[in-house]
């Protein structure tokens, strides 16, 4: 039996204010600097339902971990709402980037895991899959592409030798 490729790069918390999320990794535990996206509008597939999903996102480096910050402006249907109700906060999912999306999607789906909302990012596919049962959190696949690395290593790059200067910056502005 196939397992799935078992290396995982990143993770996630689902945050009520993600100003405030940032200030306090940065405050408490100096990571940074993290580049988050101004509020924004996503199409995503929840549990077979088309939907649009409002959220933000900040992404920081901590050594070889990445650490991801999101949070949902509305009520409506997400992995995340699956987890976390309006106002509340917590550990989320850990991600992985993989080479052969389908592939490793279907290694998942083979074990009984539901994907839990999906979608994409320019041709950049991602998806929740439901690994609740197994890890107490989900767990996100995301297409390994050359926009992907380019994004994740400017945010690498920035994070070697920081002095702590400028922690939370507009990827808008890049």
Not at 104 to 124: C, N, P
Not at 141 to 167: N, Y
């Amino acid at each position: 039996m196939r397992v799935p490729n078992g290396t995982f790069m990143q993770m996630a918390w689902f945050v009520d204010d993600i100003q405030a999320a940032m200030r306090h990794w940065y405050e408490h535990s100096g990571v940074g600097p993290f580049y988050y996206g101004t509020r924004s509008t996503l199409d995503i597939v929840h549990r077979g339902t088309p939907l649009k999903l409002d959220f933000s996102g900040a992404i920081a480096q901590a050594g070889p971990i990445q650490i991801e910050l999101l949070t949902q402006y509305d009520a409506a249907p997400s992995a995340f709402r699956d987890v976390f109700a309006p106002g509340q906060s917590g550990p989320h999912h850990m991600g992985s980037i993989v080479e052969d999306y389908d592939r490793e999607l279907e290694t998942y789906l083979k074990q009984g895991f539901e994907i839990a909302h999906s979608g994409s990012v320019g041709t950049r596919r991602f998806c929740f899959i439901d690994t609740r049962p197994a890890f107490g959190i989900m767990t996100e696949l995301l297409e390994d592409t050359p926009d992907l690395q380019d994004l994740f290593g400017r945010i690498t790059d920035a994070s070697v030798g920081w002095d702590g200067t400028d922690p939370y910056r507009d990827r808008s502005k890049w």
